[in-house]
């Protein structure tokens, strides 16, 4: 479904509540406040003139193109057009949280054990998957990744803890 | 013509370039199958292992990829109502209603059959008209260049699904993203902070895997994986009896010339010209209640002018040097990144390349459809392969690909925060694919506007006094015009729509 029938599902479904409309008038004005923020970082930048522009005069006129659609956006959430909330983010915070870890074991401890634990922790913890199935899986992926970029590209990983990468 | 044609197939033929031909091929075909990895997100998990490649090789390897997908993608489609890519999603009406009545088998040889020709019609025009395009896009200054790339991008902006606002953001987001790092003509860093890694700008393997890899994988999370219902584990006879060829005739040469059209439009793809076929059929047809109820027109006319579309938008990449949609603009970065500058002037500097880029694509095509028609009952036991499993393989053969750029986390980084941005851009449903245009497009926009304000003395008014500019700017002012007056008709019609239930119920 494209966003513009998502949008008019929601206006049809009658006015959205007084939380939906901040949210949804939020989100655009914090969009907005960047533009703004961006304006002022290529006043500083030096915008120069149409005969003699400076560094920040492109960068000018992306902030006042950001800023106007911002507020258009935020005009239509205000007239009435709710954004889609942001729904369930149990399962998306914990596949944040993996792949968070994923760069930190990789980057203190080595690539084997990044793969092997959050490939395993993301099955165990987002699938219905038994035991047997996700070592199965979680060493299979390892095994390739490891095979591909250890041996076959010859990556410089991480100075790693392990013998290995 | 003929020299070059046969130049073409000598690099094509050579067995480095015929292997990526058939890789690129196969891995794209059993990718457009896979949910959740299309062809951005392939072609950016392999654009780290391509640095290595002579830059041919590794443009006829994501050639292949991106065609094959455009052949996968239809499998799920019409055997799962999943479409395996975007374009495929029109394919999904009819070509699982065929499925459901037990002729899976036609539904997915017509789509090989009309992709075929509709990338042979695509191909034909790239070979004969991206020369002549080259010759002409010479004599283009800057100021014409500068509003090609705007035109496009407000094009993509305007064409795309989603409101035009926030795909007008999502530009300017990518076209921030591009300034960040040395000013190209001054040398000055911009919004860099004390960040010594910004002042290489950021990467755009890192951002692009970044929204349409990790931000792809977590949106999918949202849902726990809903089993599809496979219609048919046998698809019996692939091979259309004379009926469906005769019905589909004609629905596959207006789908070629279609696709072939609308891939020369900024921001055209795929889907738009898989809408404007089925939407050409239903008109076309002597039946149109039949659509939606398992019309094989209604799968070879959309098919054909998906894979013409994919085909011909190579057209303002190798002729002009400028993407028109996202996949192509990663094959523009993979040209950049070995020095390589597309435009104009690459049929002259590197006809090696172009030539033997457009014969792989021939190549190509015949293996897609050799390979495609014996390969759907291999492609059908892939889909088995659970979303659990390869949600973790996505994200970390994505991070670490990402850290193969040179060898830093520090990509790895920029890939998960913009995995996050990627993210709440889906749910509030702004569109990634002008965020990444706008990224890769935003050097050349910048440096093109810089050049020709430096070369006039009246400053802006050198966009007006130049005719190709001129009409540029035109065309633009009508796009916003047109956008504007829709968006208020639309309102108007939705309050009255209100007003008159208001009126009804009281």
Same mark, same amino acid.
């Given at each position: 479904?494209?966003?513009q %029938?998502?949008?008019?599902r929601?206006?049809?479904?009658g006015q ?7 949210y %949804?008038?939020?989100?655009p ?9 961006l =304006?002022?970082? %290529? ?18 006129a992306?902030?006042?193109t950001?800023t =106007?659609a ?5 005009w ?14 149990q399962?998306p ?6 792949? =968070?870890a994923?760069? =930190? ?10 793969v ?9 913890l987002?699938?219905?998957? %038994? ?7 979680s060493?299979?992926?390892t095994a ?7 041996i ?8 790693s ?5 | 013509?003929?020299?070059?044609i046969?130049l073409?197939?000598?690099?094509a033929?050579?067995?480095?370039n015929l ?5 690129g091929?196969?891995?794209g ?6 949910p959740g990895?299309?062809?951005?997100t ?15 090789t +590794? ?20 055997? #799962?109502?999943?479409?395996g ?6 394919t999904a ?10 002729? +899976?088998?036609?539904? #997915? ?5 009309g992709?075929?020709?509709?990338a042979?019609? +695509?191909?034909?025009?790239l ?7 080259a ?6 200054g800057p100021?014409?260049y500068a509003?090609l790339?705007?035109l496009?991008?407000l ?12 795909a ?13 790092g040395l ?7 911009r919004?860099?902070g ?7 700008g950021?990467?755009?393997v890192a ?5 349409? @890899?990790? @931000? ?6 949202r849902e726990?994986d809903?089993?599809a ?19 589909s ?12 059209l ?16 089925y ?11 039949e ?11 959309p ?6 579309s994919?085909?011909s ?9 400028i ?7 990663l094959?523009?970065?993979?040209l ?6 597309p ?12 030539w033997?880029v ?7 095509n ?6 495609s028609?014996p390969l ?8 088995r ?5 390869l ?15 040179d060898n ?12 996050v941005?990627?993210?709440?851009m ?25 050049q020709?304000? #430096? ?7 050198i ?6 500019s001129l009409?540029?700017?035109a ?7 047109a ?9 108007? +019609? ?12 009281s």
């Amino acid at each position: 479904m494209s966003q513009q %029938s998502e949008d008019v599902r929601y206006r049809g479904s009658g006015q959205p509540g007084v939380k939906t409309r901040i949210y %949804s008038v939020a989100v655009p004005v914090v969009l907005g406040l960047c533009g703004i923020a961006l =304006l002022v970082g %290529s006043l500083a930048l030096g915008v120069g003139t149409t005969n003699e522009p400076g560094p920040g005069l492109w960068p000018f006129a992306i902030a006042c193109t950001w800023t =106007l659609a911002a507020a258009a956006i935020a005009w239509e959430s205000f007239k009435g057009t709710a954004l889609p909330p942001v729904g369930p983010s149990q399962r998306p915070a914990v596949g944040f949280g993996l792949t =968070l870890a994923f760069i =930190l074991i990789f980057s203190y401890i080595g690539l084997i054990p990044a793969v092997l634990i959050v490939t395993s922790a993301w099955m165990k913890l987002l699938s219905d998957m %038994s035991w047997k199935r996700i070592i199965i899986a979680s060493l299979t992926i390892t095994a390739l990744l490891y095979i591909l970029f250890a041996i076959i590209i010859g990556t410089a990983f991480p100075a790693s803890v392990l013998p290995i990468p | 013509m003929n020299d070059s044609i046969l130049l073409g197939f000598s690099v094509a033929l050579d067995p480095m370039n015929l292997l990526a031909v058939l890789a690129g091929c196969l891995l794209g075909v059993v990718v457009g199958v896979l949910p959740g990895l299309g062809p951005i997100t392939t072609i950016s998990i392999l654009l780290p292992f391509t640095y290595a490649m002579e830059p041919t090789t +590794a443009i006829i390897l994501l050639a292949g990829i991106y065609a094959g997908v455009m052949y996968g993608g239809t499998v799920t489609s019409v055997l #799962l109502k999943l479409p395996g890519e975007a374009a495929s999603v029109v394919t999904a009406i009819d070509g699982y209603e065929m499925a459901r009545k037990g002729r +899976a088998g036609p539904a #997915l040889g017509i789509s090989a059959i009309g992709s075929f020709i509709g990338a042979t019609v +695509a191909l034909i025009a790239l070979t004969f008209f991206a020369p002549a395009l080259a010759e002409l896009a010479v004599k283009l200054g800057p100021p014409e260049y500068a509003m090609l790339a705007l035109l496009g991008l407000l094009l993509i902006a305007y064409l795309g699904a989603g409101a035009f606002a926030k795909a007008v953001v999502a530009a300017a987001i990518g076209l921030f993203l591009a300034t960040v790092g040395l000013d190209p003509i001054s040398g000055d860093a911009r919004f860099v902070g004390d960040s010594l890694q910004l002042l290489d700008g950021m990467d755009v393997v890192a951002v692009v895997l970044g929204l349409f @890899g990790i @931000g792809e994988v977590l949106f999918s999370l949202r849902e726990r994986d809903s089993e599809a219902e496979l219609v048919s584990k046998k698809v019996g006879r692939v091979w259309p009896t004379k009926k469906d060829l005769r019905d589909s005739a004609a629905p596959i040469a207006r789908g070629s010339v279609i696709g072939t059209l609308v891939g020369l439009v900024p921001g055209g793809g795929g889907l738009l010209s898989s809408l404007l076929s089925y939407g050409a059929e239903r008109r076309f047809a002597k039946n149109p209640e039949e659509f939606g109820k398992g019309a094989i027109q209604g799968v070879a006319g959309p098919e054909t002018a998906n894979n013409a579309s994919s085909t011909s938008s190579f057209i303002p990449l190798l002729s002009l040097g400028i993407p028109f949609n996202v996949t192509i603009s990663l094959l523009f970065s993979v040209l950049l990144i070995n020095g390589i500058t597309p435009g104009p002037r690459l049929v002259t500097e590197n006809p090696d390349l172009f030539w033997g880029v457009i014969a792989s694509m021939y190549l190509g095509n015949v293996v897609l459809l050799i390979l495609s028609l014996p390969l759907v009952g291999l492609l059908i036991q892939i889909l088995r392969v659970d979303m659990a499993v390869l949600s973790p393989f996505i994200i970390v053969l994505s991070l670490v690909g990402v850290y193969t750029i040179d060898n830093n986390t520090w990509n790895m980084w920029v890939a998960l925060f913009f995995g996050v941005v990627g993210y709440f851009m889906r749910i509030w449903g702004f569109p990634p694919g002008p965020l990444v245009l706008a990224f890769i497009l935003g050097g050349l926009l910048e440096t093109s506007l810089r050049q020709s304000l #430096l070369l006039g003395d009246e400053g802006l008014l050198i966009f007006l006094q130049r005719p190709g500019s001129l009409a540029l700017i035109a065309v633009s002012v009508l796009l916003i015009g047109a956008s504007t007056f829709s968006a208020v008709r639309k309102r108007r +019609a939705q309050t009255g729509a209100v007003e008159e239930s208001i009126h009804v119920g009281s």
